[in-house]
Nanobody, 115 residues
Framework: QVQLVESGGGLVQPGGSLRLSCAAS????????MGWYRQSPGKQRELVAG???????NYADSVKGRFTISRDNAKSTVYLQMNSLKPEDTAVYYC?????????WGQGTQVTVSS
């Protein structure tokens, strides 16, 4: 079992920045990959970025060059630094950990980009 708790969402103007955090607890010693997904109304949940224990990262094309994912393995915490935010980045952001065939999700944190 893994529990995930996200924080850091909020309201920001276009062009602004936010930093999301996700702290994992439970079987954290088994976690290899941690990811961030997002879902906006009427759309499917999509992968934003992911990172392995060794620091290999992957990003959605829509956020490359603007978002940076990082990880503190000692704290079992993953971060998402979001810069140059656009209105289309508005969504609920979810932390995800796949482990032993199960996808664990956080409760989600709302990010709203609006003037």
């Amino acid at each position: 079992q893994v529990q995930l708790v996200e924080s850091g969402g909020g309201l920001v103007q276009p062009g602004g920045s936010l930093r999301l955090s996700c702290a994992a607890s439970g079987r954290t010693f088994s976690i290899y990959y941690m990811g961030w997904y997002r879902q906006s109304p009427g759309k499917q949940r999509e992968l934003v970025a992911g990172i392995t224990t060794g620091g290999y990262t992957n990003y959605a094309d829509s956020v490359k060059g603007r978002f940076t994912i990082s990880r503190d393995n000692a704290k079992s915490t993953v971060y998402l630094q979001m810069n140059s935010l656009k209105p289309e980045d508005t969504a609920v952001y979810y932390c995800n950990v796949p482990l032993s065939g199960i996808h664990y999700w956080g409760q989600g944190t709302q990010v709203t980009v609006s003037s």
